[in-house]
Nanobody, 125 residues
């Protein structure tokens, strides 16, 4: 079991930056892929980014954030980060950290079994 706690959300002007953090507790953090999802008001939750558990640490991004967001992880600190730059009003959402067991393969946007409580990101125009 993995317990996830996000932090770092807040209010920022368009064009600004924020860094989200997700601290994980539990066993074998390094054997989980870690990801970020977001949910805007009135919309479904959507995939934002993910990083695999392997040493290669492959990364994945939604087209809407590619080139602006960067995901990284520190297995020694049991933490995953999402560096967000050039933020736009349409990035406003609750951002959720998630963990996917290494036994799940295939489509990176599914198979996420553990979720944090979310952190609000608001980008003003």
């Amino acid at each position: 079991q993995v317990h996830l706690v996000e932090s770092g959300g807040g209010l920022v002007q368009a064009g600004g930056s924020l860094r989200l953090s997700c601290a994980a507790s539990g066993r074998a953090f390094s054997s989980y892929a870690m990801g970020w999802f977001r949910q805007a008001p009135g919309k479904a939750r959507e995939f934002v980014s993910a990083i695999t558990w392997e040493s290669s640490r492959e990364t994945y991004y939604a087209d809407s954030v590619k080139g602006r967001f960067t995901i990284s992880r520190d297995n020694a600190q049991n933490t995953v980060y999402l560096q967000m730059s050039s933020l736009k009003p349409e990035d406003t959402a609750v951002y959720y950290c998630a963990a996917r067991p290494k036994t799940v393969v295939g489509d990176i946007t599914i198979g996420w079994y553990h979720w944090g409580q979310g952190t609000q990101v608001t980008v003003s125009s």
